[in-house]
């Protein structure tokens, strides 16, 4: 049973490229989310998705864009990366309902020169 | 919007000894979820423990325990006997009654000494 899988787990990008990170779970959770974790600092809230084909946005959505096809898989992407992306990336799902804690994956580590 | 402040940046223990993490937190809401996530260097996120708001009983797990006081609206994680492999981040985190979205502290460094 693999939880919660992020690839990559480190990248390094140009300012203005794209990219799509991957999150993927096996668990048949309902919920996943997006967050980012900046350098002494807690993890902030991206994007989230209750379900396939419904997402919406937590607390730094800007730059960043979502999509559920499948339950299985919550990809993430940088439309045009910027320095102030410069962060670690995590995904973390869970079954639904508040008393659900939330199964994260071991993170990204993007920076962006 | 719900915020959650640790107001402890740093903390040491000596092995075997208890220590206390603070959080306090502030929210409109009555039902929630409050969570204390462990990171080692490794820097997973692992659940050290939970709380319902709803319960009045103070939630334990083995060493870890936590101070829950509704009313102060503050979330406190007790660790007993101390262990090396203790030394981590810890976050404490606000979790809403929908369970679609978390909000974390800044954190607490935690060193266990020898």
């Known amino acids: 049973n693999a939880g919660v899988t992020q690839t990559p787990k480190f990248q390094v990008l140009k300012t203005g490229q794209s990219m799509t990170l991957q999150c993927a779970q096996d668990?048949?959770?309902?919920?996943m989310s997006w967050y980012r974790q900046d350098p002494g600092m807690g993890l902030r809230l991206i994007h989230y998705?209750?379900?396939?084909?419904?997402?919406d946005q937590g607390e730094v959505p800007n730059g960043y864009n979502v999509s559920r096809s499948t339950t299985e898989d919550f990809p993430l992407r940088l439309l045009s990366a910027a320095p102030s992306q410069t962060s670690v990336y995590f995904c973390?799902?869970?079954?639904?309902?508040?008393?659900?804690?939330?199964?994260f994956g071991d993170g990204t580590r993007l920076s962006i020169l | 919007a719900q915020t959650v402040t640790q107001s402890q940046p740093e903390m040491s223990v000596q092995e075997a000894e208890t220590v206390t993490l603070s959080c306090t937190y502030d929210t409109s809401e009555n039902n929630y979820y409050l969570f204390w996530y462990k990171q080692p260097p490794s820097r997973q996120m692992i659940l050290v423990i939970r709380q319902e708001a709803y319960k009045q009983q103070n939630a334990t797990e083995n060493r870890f325990s936590v101070n829950f006081q509704k009313a102060a609206k503050s979330f406190s994680l007790k660790i007993s006997d101390s262990q090396l492999g203790d030394t981590a981040m810890y976050f404490c985190a606000f979790g809403n009654n929908a369970g679609n979205m978390l909000t974390f502290g800044g954190g607490t460094r935690l060193m266990v000494k020898p």
């Open positions: 998705s209750v379900g396939a084909g419904i997402t």
């Open positions: 668990m048949n959770h309902e919920y």
């Open positions: 973390a799902s869970s079954p639904g309902q508040g008393r659900q804690p939330q199964h």
